[in-house]
Nanobody, 118 residues
Framework: QVQLVESGGGLVQAGGSLRLSCAASISGYNIGWFRQAPGKEREFLACISWTGIMTKFKDSVKGRFAISRDNAKNTVYLQMNNLQSEDTAVYYC??????????????WGQGTQVTVSS
């Protein structure tokens, strides 16, 4: 069973950038990034196939967020630019089927907090 560990969250000013990392214990998994703000449902952001060839983004983050992976390090990255207060949430990575639905992912990390100050 794959273990996932997110890192890279923190406090950033509006307009700033962060790069989140998702380290997997084993290789070969499609990875998705999601976020959940207080009182809201978990929201899909982006996903990437295990080969890195296929990617998909939520429309509202296209052009601001980028997803990539380094399979030599079993790590997937989420680069987030021009962050705004509405991006404040706990960010999760997950392993499973390549999809924008949380139900398609069986394995989840513990999450990393991103807070954007205005």
């Amino acid at each position: 069973q794959v273990q996932l560990v997110e890192s890279g969250g923190g406090l950033v000013q509006a307009g700033g950038s962060l790069r989140l990392s998702c380290a997997a214990s084993i290789s070969g998994y499609n990875i998705g990034w999601f976020r959940q703000a207080p009182g809201k449902e978990r929201e899909f952001l982006a996903c990437i196939s295990w080969t890195g060839i296929m990617t998909k983004f939520k429309d509202s983050v296209k052009g601001r967020f980028a997803i990539s992976r380094d399979n030599a390090k079993n790590t997937v990255y989420l680069q987030m630019n021009n962050l705004q207060s509405e991006d404040t949430a706990v960010y999760y990575c997950a392993a499973g089927q390549l999809s924008d639905s949380p139900a398609a992912y069986r394995h989840w990390g513990q999450g990393t907090q991103v807070t954007v100050s205005s």
